[in-house]
């Protein structure tokens, strides 16, 4: 079983940044590829990022290339999602995932197991 808790969100103005946090529990971190989703009010849940289990390899949504940045630190179980020039549009709750059946990133809802609770983002223009 892994756990997953996502902090950082929050209300911010169109152009600011917010770093988003996942710590998760579990002695096999290290091993699963982390994404990001990200679900509008209304909107089904999309793929925002995805890194592997070594944190070599990460993909991207086209929506939110060159602005978001997904990084790892697996001797502190957590992933982070760096947001910068953020737009109303990405507007919506944050969530972490786990994938613990493959080693690279998969840009699938359904390929994740595990899954956090969610953060707001919310930006006003």
């Known amino acids: 079983q892994v756990q997953l808790v996502e902090s950082g969100g929050g209300l911010v103005q169109a152009g600011g940044s917010l770093r988003l946090s996942c710590s998760a529990s579990?002695?096999?971190?290290?091993?699963?590829?982390m994404g990001w989703f990200r679900q509008a009010p209304g909107k089904e849940r999309e793929f925002v990022a995805a890194i592997s289990w070594s944190g070599g390899t990460t993909d991207y949504a086209a929506s939110v290339k060159g602005r978001f940045t997904i990084s790892r630190d697996n001797a502190k179980n957590t992933v982070f999602l760096q947001i910068n020039s953020l737009k109303p549009e990405d507007t919506a709750v944050y969530y972490c995932a786990a994938d613990p059946s493959r080693a690279t990133p998969s840009t699938f809802v359904h390929a994740y197991a595990y899954w956090g609770q969610g953060t707001q983002v919310t930006v006003s223009s």
């Open positions: 579990g002695r096999s971190f290290s091993f699963y590829a």
